[in-house]
């Protein structure tokens, strides 16, 4: 059971959206972990695997996607925060023959926590591996993207149970 | 069968990321429709929808971060090229109890496609979802981000047998 | 009267532009509040409060653009400071039969004064009612962005007489 | 009167806010004029037409300041379409002995209008003049923000009476 | 010799700065190379071929982000014209045992000339390669930023001598 | 000799880019000076010299260039943290007849340095000297971008032995 609270912190009392004034939380040391799929043709993700090893650029070029898009979570979502995340890592592995697994985790140290970062992170890796490979497997889908965990903050730990 | 070509056009034949050379492609009129789901506990989409009528700002913040999202997808796919969206269309609706559909809608008439920014629309405005109802609901899952057709281009029209 | 000083601090003493060295100014809690109005044919306001009632996005656009545009405020104004806003809010409220009032909320635990960012949140919410209403009335004025009250900060706090 | 028809076009016929779809719309030479003014104590004036003069960058920074706001101008209004702007010219005259008048005129041959790219320039050299000058007249104002002329379009030439 | 006017065309004739009308240049075929090289202890060098081979991400990153500062390049410079380039290049090759050459390529159809969007690609990814590097060598050198050619628009064509 | 360390900190042991983690280091106080020259032919360089004195915006323009560069680093590189810079200054003179020297200084109170932020501000700076000047000479060359002295953090002072 996830409810954590009967409002939704974004709006006020009359529904309109803002950013909520969080200028007496407490800075304190904040993680998350996201994680997105990719499920495309077998043949799709060999090639990948294939330009992958030993020189291609298509699993660079989504770190370097996902890590980037983490530091634009401010402008991406409306209602974020502004923030100065101390770490940002992004993988990405393969899942069984048809499926690319990734996973975001971002740290800080500050008055909000980092979930959007690292779900940002995750669907921006997940679009960019679309990209580089919709020449060849438009049927491609991402799918399952979700917080695996958080810690820190005052809503306290997260863990999903599978992911 | 979605195979198009065997190839990473964004890949030289070293392997090496680089933005395609589309100089030479005509331009043409080309859309494309992609689609997302956020999956959530009943009682969030019901809090959602309650919030959203008479007067509540979810769906019109989700809306509004969709188009903008759209509108940059070239700043965050690393090998995409600067377009001139010509109009962009985002709508979300209740499916079943437990999720909300995520529609957009992009055009163009110009040298490359837009399946990454209906995608990214689609995407970002689904991370804004989750944004706005984590506080209450941190187990929800973005499922199923897909194209569901485009049309125009060389590579011909491409429609999702289901979505 | 004003004057809190003889010398524009953005400036070094040839009169060259400079983002002055705040390092040795102490962290302290800052707010302001800007205001701006937009003067409109009368029937232009009744269709926005007739649209915005129950569900058009007039307003909940306008207040997305103002909160975002906060957020960007060290991206367009040259010599500002980058800081990391700690709440703001965004007011859309008629005045009148012709007018629509804006009012921006800024806080900030930080270094440096919000004023151009309550500022430039007002001025962007505004320009964004012009654009959703300019197909109805290109003569619409925005008139009066100003600063309301500020408090925080070295220079102390400045409320405006009237606005 | 300037009511050109009846419907917001950013919005559909439910209310809910999109990028309009102008596939269809020629492309045409337009060219739009707006201003602003900013209204200050006649001391500050003063101060910035000495320090504009010989090197003082005032001026120069909000100038460029304009400039580069015209070209963001569809990153900062959610509705507005991408476009490439082919000029940008801001001026900054004194008008008395305690206003600034500050005119941007924005040309582009295109699908759109470029008012709004206009009043962005316009209104942001306003805020970068008030950022600039604020630790001397936290009093300002910016008044009058307005389209004082646009050509071509399918909407047809506008020209202010008087501004 | 390399003069083709005696103008600089972002200021008018009062030297203030402007973005120069181009309404009225013929939309032609336009490519641009620049180059840089950034100069290096021949152990850095050796590091970098050695982390590049077959896996490490240097070269890789460099690489994306130089191409993504190109398709940023008008809103790093204040007066370029926003353009939608169709194709960006970026490769990096030692060059003796102490520097790594960075070739930068931009092609566009359109009203100006590419030559700042290459030259800022080669720039950024130098100043990648120093950021990577950083840890084990401050004293490198980005040296010999120039253009080595470029063709279409009305000034012509310009092949540098050498480079 | 420069050697801090032996591995590249933005990769980790499998030579993947990552953004390191920097929660646990120390808030120190950090500056950075860069330095950069634009070689060109004595004829521009008198007729930059002559432009900005009295009222010509060159320098003005590539001053305010350089100062918003350096506050987008952690966007234009894709491995810097985001951080709150707490003063910049970008200062041009000419340098014998045919150059002008680009010093670019950056302070911070916070957990990683600011190299790169004073690099890219001499960087962008030397390259908006480029865009203005090069309708008079194309052949211009930005030479010896470098780093001339850091101070603050666990690396600890850097300082170039002649620049």
Redesign the interface.
């Known amino acids: 059971m ?11 009392d ?10 007496d939380k407490a800075e304190t ?1 904040r993680t998350a972990h996201a994680r997105a799929r990719v499920r495309m ?1 077998p ?1 799709t993700l060999a ?1 990948i695997l294939d ?8 699993l ?2 989504a ?3 996902g ?6 979570t ?18 990405l592995e393969p899942e069984g023959d048809d499926a690319l697994r990734i996973d975001a985790h971002c ?5 909000t926590g980092v ?2 970062e690292a ?2 992170a995750a ?2 890796a ?3 591996v ?18 695996v965990e ?1 810690t820190g903050g005052r ?1 306290g730990d ?1 863990r ?1 149970e599978e992911a």
């Open positions: 996830q409810y954590v609270n009967d409002t939704f912190s974004h709006l006020d009359q529904g309109r959206a803002r950013m909520v004034d969080v200028s040391a043709a043949r090639m330009q992958a090893h030993p020189k291609g650029d298509v660079a070029v770190r370097v996607a890590i980037q898009a983490a530091k634009k401010w402008d991406l979502i409306p209602l974020c925060h502004p923030l100065m995340l101390s770490g940002v890592k992004v993988s740290k800080l140290k500050g008055l979930e959007m779900l940002t669907s921006v997940a679009l960019t679309y990209d580089m490979c919709k020449a060849v497997d438009r049927a491609m889908v991402i799918e399952q993207v979700c917080l958080k809503s997260f999903r």
